[in-house]
């Protein structure tokens, strides 16, 4: 599979496009004006305690204050309440050496956040989900560091080895390097991408994530309330550490500042894979070259079209998603068993690109193509979670239940990303009315007594074809009856380029007359 990054930069922010095979799989915008974003650590102030909910609102610098539930509080939060302060007070140049902190222990599940919160403290927080709406952020006070390789978690000593890493010798070889170069007091993840990467790989990669978090004890200290603490990697650079693999062979720029800063990324971390970032500076838009906009605009919309005929009906209600699949004028065999089984698994290849270009959330009903058969159903249950394999974000997907639906439920970490395909009708300008034909007609009979009764002869009627046709249908047509009552043919010549309800006359020197 290959693997191409296309960004185009504007004024506005930057649009990330990303391609798999030419196919465009995800679309992402990073908003100039929007100061948060997942993964940022700020200085918190809790504002609100909600008994009730089992939440916190706590005040990160929004307009709405943020939303820190019980559940996304830390097993360690005493802990971390308790480094926050330590930070804040520390007084001395060289920063606090974290491996003499005693961890604090840990919060009980079903615990109640006045038991945690109380006093309403200063709290370091991690931005869990975007502001969506007119929602604040969603907080977690579960502070991690994701690295190309690892992902460190302070306070806790596990080492755990990413479940698709599935040779056992491999995950008992990685799980034996960290624990040896590990620090005290941190736990670390190892990602699907330290496969086959050697100690000093790793080694490198956790030091980077030690210095990150010194760095945060260090903006910590003095730091008023509420504060950004530590920024997340733009977009593009957190992309590529998440997703560059050997299959990409494409990154293509048209900023100069952001092809220097991927480029310096790319020697620091894939030195060999430097080379594949472009600077594009030509005169025409960069998705317009790489065909993303094509793409863009035939993929999002309420119809999404397939290559076969078959299409896929989108509509968002309050609750849910829901997906209609439509065989089209689909027909492969003879068999309609078949023909719903191969239109199924077409559907749910473009089902899953379509989850990940959207975004979408929460829980989605797909509606497939009615199949009888049991092994048929299996077949496509099992194609779905194969074509969902490569997307990030969370996701669960349920059997075909009794009645030909699909339950999915996918975790979404920033707004659902919808891009109006629609345009504003030439005619009726938006309204989705225009003037009644019976009106036009009247219209243009009135302009013609008056042209006439001033002396005009030998007119040109310019129209639609539309309305041309209309005007000289039947017997008398309008125009003849026009024709008898001036006692001078009226000529009637079409035009491609007037809208439905324009009209034009036209003098016996063929001049636009004004009126």
């Given amino acids: 599979m290959n693997k191409e990054l296309i960004i185009n930069a ?10 798999e095979d030419k196919k465009l799989v995800e679309l992402h915008r990073e908003n100039t004006e929007n100061p948060f ?9 809790v504002k609100k305690l909600m008994p009730g909910l089992n939440a916190a609102f706590v005040d990160v610098g929004f307009e709405k204050d943020a939303f820190l539930h019980y559940t996304d509080l830390s097993p360690y939060a005493k802990s971390l309440l308790k480094i926050t302060q330590i930070c804040q007070e520390w007084k001395a ?38 502001p969506i709406a007119a929602k604040g952020p969603r907080l977690s006070c579960e502070i991690s560091l994701p690295g190309r390789f690892v992902v460190l978690t302070p306070f806790n000593d596990i080492v755990a080895v990413s479940k698709k890493i599935h040779t056992s010798d491999e995950r008992r ?7 040896s170069i590990k620090p005290k007091n ?27 978090w010194k760095q945060i004890q260090q903006n910590l200290q003095g730091a008023a309330v509420p504060s950004k603490i530590l920024s997340e990697q733009d977009k593009a650079t957190s992309i590529l550490r998440d997703l560059l693999s050997p299959d990409f062979n494409r990154i293509v720029v048209n900023d100069k500042n952001i092809y220097n800063d991927i480029r310096q990324y790319l020697v620091r971390i894939a030195p060999e894979k430097a080379d594949i970032v472009q600077h594009y500076q030509s005169g025409s838009p960069v998705f317009d070259t790489y065909a993303v ?29 829901v997906i209609d699949v439509n065989s089209g004028y689909k027909s492969s065999s003879n068999n309609q068993e078949e023909n719903s089984l191969q239109t199924n698994l077409e559907a749910a290849e473009e089902i899953a690109r379509q989850l990940r270009l959207r975004d979408l959330g929460g829980i989605i009903v797909v509606d497939f193509i009615d199949m009888k ?37 996918r975790q979404r970490m920033k707004p659902e990303v919808d891009i109006k395909t629609d345009e504003l009708c030439p005619s009726c300008g938006g309204s989705g009315k225009i003037s009644s034909t019976l009106v036009l007609e009247d219209e243009i009979r009135k302009n013609l007594d008056y042209l006439i009764t001033h002396g005009h ?11 041309a046709a209309y005007l000289q249908k039947g017997f008398p047509s309008k125009r003849m009856q026009w024709s008898l009552k001036h006692k001078q043919w009226i000529k009637i010549q079409e035009s491609n380029t007037l809208h439905l309800v324009d009209f034009k006359f036209l003098d016996q020197d063929h001049e636009e007359i004004k009126l």
Avoid: C, W
């Fill in 10 to 19: 504007t004024p506005q922010g930057v649009e990330i496009a990303l391609l």
């Fill in 37 to 45: 974003g997942v993964g940022d650590l700020y200085l918190g102030k």
């Fill in 93 to 130: 140049k060289e920063p606090y050496d974290f491996s003499r902190f005693h961890v604090e222990p840990e919060i009980v599940k079903t615990g109640k956040i006045t038991e945690v919160l109380n006093g309403k403290p200063n709290i370091l927080v991690q931005i869990l989900k975007e």
């Fill in 173 to 179: 070889r990685l799980q034996k390097i960290i624990e």
């Fill in 186 to 212: 941190f736990g670390v993840i190892v990602r699907t991408a330290a496969e086959g990467k050697n100690t000093a790989e790793l080694h490198d990669d956790l030091n980077q994530l030690v210095a990150k």
């Fill in 293 to 321: 906009t094509k793409q863009v605009k035939g993929s999002f919309g309420k119809t999404v079209s397939m290559p076969s005929g078959a299409y896929l009906i989108v509509e968002a209600t309050e609750a849910l998603h």
């Fill in 373 to 409: 058969l049991p092994e048929n159903k299996k077949k496509l249950a099992d194609a779905m979670e194969g074509f969902m394999r490569t997307d990030r974000a969370r996701h669960s997907i349920l059997p075909i239940s009794r009645f030909g639906l699909m339950q999915i439920t």
């Fill in 457 to 467: 002869k030998n007119l040109v009627l310019m129209v639609h074809p539309i309305m």
